[in-house]
């Protein structure tokens, strides 16, 4: 199979060089006004990295944290927390981490008034929400009845990878442009001025990821990061397997009770439920 042109943007050294590039600044901060909807008069116009650029306690932790100190047009001032994850139980595990960045601003003397709004943005390569199929949501914490957001402290925007499904043809918005970046970069073999006509960040984002702008030494990091999530994909379809498994086996066994209950021989519970005679006399 022929090598990729592009790299995986979601893979944790691309993603880092790319939207944590202080030489293109203006990448991430493209990406940040169309995930979060940003219009003229709040547009955010100045990021800075901060020390939260990679928390990782191990090399092969699946979460990518890129720290955000944004500044906008209304002169308020924020952090954006950008993760890169694949785990299920991401809910409740960015609720936790919001908190935790909001409390961790403040030392034992400093007020409540000094701290800065978390906004965090989730780049997903699950299916985190069932309910519906927008690939991204905004999450914030409004009144129940006039639905005000008065509370304004935390926020949670997530995309949703697996459910974008439009192609090259059907891009129809900028922010289109940069969930096919994420998701289909490494596929896409062509120029990338198409995808990414009238917006120089996306284009210095497809250069950024392109083959041919890495070292040796970084492609070797990068086909590491690509060993692990083969590993981390294969457990987990195993995994899935065995479960799958073990709860039809289950489901066979709770039936031939049901069935024996109603008096049905054992030759009939066999037949229907496929277990043997052996297994059934067990019950």
């Not at 981490?97 to 003397?109: G, I």
């Not at 400093?110 to 949501?137: A, M, N, Q, W, Y």
């Amino acid at each position: 199979m022929a090598t990729s042109k592009f790299l995986l943007p979601t893979a944790d050294s691309v993603f880092k060089k790319t939207f944590g590039n202080k030489a293109h600044k203006n990448i991430c901060i493209d990406f940040l006004n169309n995930v979060l909807g940003r219009q003229e008069g709040k547009l955010i116009t100045t990021v800075e990295f901060l020390d939260t650029f990679n928390k990782q306690k191990c090399v092969d932790d699946r979460l990518s944290i890129l720290g955000i100190h944004c500044t906008d047009q209304d002169k308020k001032s924020y952090i954006i927390e950008v993760q890169v994850e694949s785990h299920k139980d991401f809910g409740n595990r960015s609720q936790y981490y919001v908190s935790r960045v909001l409390a961790d601003q403040l030392n034992t003397k400093e007020l409540f008034s000094k701290l800065t709004p978390v906004i965090l943005v989730g780049v997903l390569d699950f299916v985190l929400f069932d309910r519906h199929d927008r690939c991204v949501t905004h999450h914030v914490l409004t009144d129940s009845v006039d639905h005000r957001q008065d509370l304004d402290l935390m926020e949670a925007h997530f995309i949703e990878l697996p459910k974008f499904t439009k192609t090259e043809d059907e891009i129809s918005s900028e922010l289109d442009k940069w969930i096919f970046f994420l998701k289909d970069a490494s596929k896409y073999v062509d120029s990338p001025e198409k995808i990414a006509r009238g917006n120089s960040a996306v284009i210095d984002a497809f250069s950024i990821v392109s083959r041919h702008n890495w070292t040796k030494v970084e492609l070797e990091i990068y086909e590491k990061e690509l060993d692990i999530l083969r590993c981390r994909q294969s457990a987990l379809e195993t995994a899935e397997a065995k479960g799958l498994a073990e709860g039809e086996a289950k489901a066979k066994l709770e039936l031939a009770k049901r069935l024996l209950a109603k008096k049905m021989s054992i030759d009939e519970v066999a037949e229907v439920t496929c277990l043997s005679v052996e297994e059934i006399k067990k019950l």
